[in-house]
T-cell receptor
């Protein structure tokens, strides 16, 4: 049963600390998306990759957030330094980027981040 | 600009009653349309999708949605609500055929009363 995995599932940290979230997309998928979900803002697209290359990270605060794909099986989202307003659930999603699938995205379970 | 509007942030129905969740989109090109469901503490799961084939799309768990171009709508329905349907539902549109970015609506939380 292929699925997107994310680690950690929960992270509590103090303001100013570095946070790294990891995502393993479904094997063979060539597009990866990072979203942030909060009660106030809903679901926001932070960044996405195609064939490991970043295509758009305009949704991400550039000064503290960074997203990378070191290889096809790993995507990372890093926050340095973290702030309380970063508290949210961060989702990774992957897709095949195939016209026949119409851009369907498969979501991971999320990382719940709490910054104190 | 492309957008998705979900009318009603909360919808409450009795168990066994009809479920109707509304979604309208704005688009100048033929869209791909999706409904996702999110159960508590979980990621989003695809319910169904419209890809310009049949206008009435059937999904999982007895849900279906009808694409109406004249109304720019893609409302989600289920004839009889079940307690397990309580969740948040998101409508999304994909308009960029190269990047497959999805634009999500703000979500509708479905409450099912016993």
């Amino acid at each position: 049963d292929a699925r997107v995995t994310q680690t950690p599932r929960d992270k509590v940290t103090e303001m100013g600390q570095e946070v790294t979230m990891r995502c393993q997309p479904i094997l063979g998928h060539n597009t990866v998306f990072w979203y942030r979900q909060t009660m106030m803002q809903g679901l926001e697209l932070l960044a996405y990759f195609r064939n490991r290359a970043p295509l758009d990270d305009s949704g991400m605060p550039k000064d503290r957030f960074s997203a990378e794909m070191p290889d096809a099986t790993l995507a990372t989202l890093k926050i340095q330094p973290s702030e309380p307003r970063d508290s949210a659930v961060y989702f990774c999603a992957s897709g095949l980027g195939d016209p026949g699938l119409a851009g369907e995205q498969f979501f991971g379970p999320g990382t719940r981040l709490t910054v104190l | 600009a492309q957008s998705v509007t979900q009318l009603g942030s909360h919808v409450s129905v009795s168990e066994g009653a009809l479920v109707l969740l509304r979604c309208n989109y704005s688009s100048s090109v033929p869209p791909y349309l999706f409904w996702y469901v999110q159960y508590p503490n979980q990621g989003l799961q695809l319910l169904l999708k419209y890809t310009s084939a049949a206008t009435l799309v059937k999904g999982i768990n007895g849900f279906e949605a009808e694409f109406k171009k004249s109304e720019t709508s893609f409302h989600l329905t289920k004839p009889s609500a079940h307690m397990s349907d309580a969740a948040e539902y998101f409508c999304a549109v994909s308009l960029d055929y190269s990047s497959y970015k999805l634009i999500f609506g703000s979500g509708t939380r479905l409450l099912v009363r016993p």
